[in-house]
C-alpha cells in the first residue's frame, strides 16, 4: 500500500514549526547574554559613586531637610528631567486619547461606541441586509469592547458567575468575577491605595509621584476587573479624569516657574523647610511629587481606559463589506 505523497504546503509547515524552536533557543540565548554582561557590568559596592550622587548625599540633608538623596535627584537636582519625563507622559495620554476616540461626544469611557452606532442607524439607516449579514453583524457588535454597556449605565442586579449554573454555554456574560475574587480584591486594593500615598507623603522614603501615580492605576484596574465597569463608570470619566490631569501638571508648572521668578532657578526651593523626617520636609518636591501623584495617576487611567473602550469606527462603509459577506 503506497502513502500518499506529502503535500508543499505540509513540508512547509512542518520546516516551520521545527524551525521555531531553534530560533526561540537563539534569541533566549542571547537575551541571557546580554543580561550576564549586564549584571558583570555593574559596579561593584567599593566604586566611586557618579558625581550626581555624591553631591544629593551632600546637598539633600542641608539644603532640603530630607534624609532621601533619591528623591533630591528626582525632585531637586534633575527636576528640570522630571519636568520632562512628566510631559512625555502628557503627550502620550493625549496621543492615546487622539487615536481612540470616536466622533461621537464622550460621556464614559466604555459602550459609547455601541450608543454611537444606534444614534448613526436612526440618523441615516443602512441597506437591508440579508440574514447572514445580519447574523454577521450580530456576531461583531457581540464581540465589541463595551458591547451591552448602557451610557447611563442605570444602577441594577450585576451579572456575576456565582449566579450562572455550572456547564453554561459560552460565551461568559458576566459584569463581574466570582464572590471569592471579589472578596480579596477588597483589602488588596484598600492596601495599595495606602502603599501609594504613602509614597507620596513620605519624603524620605525612595519613591515619589511617578511609582505611586502607577499605583493609583492599579487601584482602579483591581476594582474594574472585579467588580465591573458599573462600579467605577461615576467616578472614571473623560470629564472627571482630564480635568484632573490639567489639574496635575497645572501644579507642576507652577511649583517649577515659581522657582525661577522667586529664586532665579527653574525648579529652585521657594518653600519654607520643616522638621526633618517630617512631611513639609522636602520644601517644593513634596508640592512637585504630590502634582505628579495626579498627572501620572489619572494620565494612565485615562489611556488604559480609552484603549479598553476602543472600537471599530460607529460609521463604517459596510458597502463593501456586506457584498463580500454575502
Known sequence: ???????????????DLRHRPMIGLVLTLGLLALLVVA??????????????????????????????????????????DTFGETFL??????????????????????GESVAAAKEQAEADPPEPLTPQQREIRRAEE?????????????????????????????PEKAETMSIVTRTGIRPAATVLAVAGFYLVAWG??????????AVMLGVVLLIYAGFGYRRVHRLVRPEIFE?????GAFIIILTEVLGLVLRGSFSANWLPLATIESIRSGGI????????????????????FALLGMAHDWSPDHGKGSEDAG
Request: glycine share 14%.
Open 142 to 170: 457581540t464581540e465589541a469592547p463595551g458591547a451591552g454597556e448602557d451610557r447611563d449605565l442605570p444602577p441594577g442586579p450585576l451579572l456575576t458567575p456565582d449566579l450562572e449554573p455550572v456547564g453554561t454555554p459560552g
Open 243 to 247: 480635568t484632573l490631569e490639567v489639574v
Open 285 to 304: 518636591l513634596q508640592l512637585f511629587s504630590g502634582g505628579e501623584l495626579i498627572e501620572v495617576g489619572t494620565g494612565l487611567t485615562i489611556a488604559v
Open 89 to 110: 507622559l502628557l503627550a502620550a495620554v493625549v496621543s492615546v486619547v487622539v487615536l481612540t476616540r470616536g466622533r461621537e461626544g464622550r460621556r464614559g469611557y466604555l
Open 39 to 80: 549584571l558583570l557590568g555593574l559596579p561593584r559596592e567599593g566604586a566611586a559613586l557618579p558625581a550626581v550622587a555624591r553631591y544629593a548625599m551632600h546637598v539633600a540633608l542641608p539644603r532640603w531637610k530630607i534624609t532621601e538623596p533619591v528623591n533630591e535627584v528626582v525632585y531637586g537636582t534633575r527636576g528640570f
Open 204 to 213: 524620605y522614603s525612595p519613591g515619589g509621584g511617578f511609582p505611586a501615580g
Open 1 to 15: 500500500m503506497s502513502s500518499r505523497p506529502e503535500s508543499p504546503a505540509a513540508r512547509s509547515v512542518d520546516r
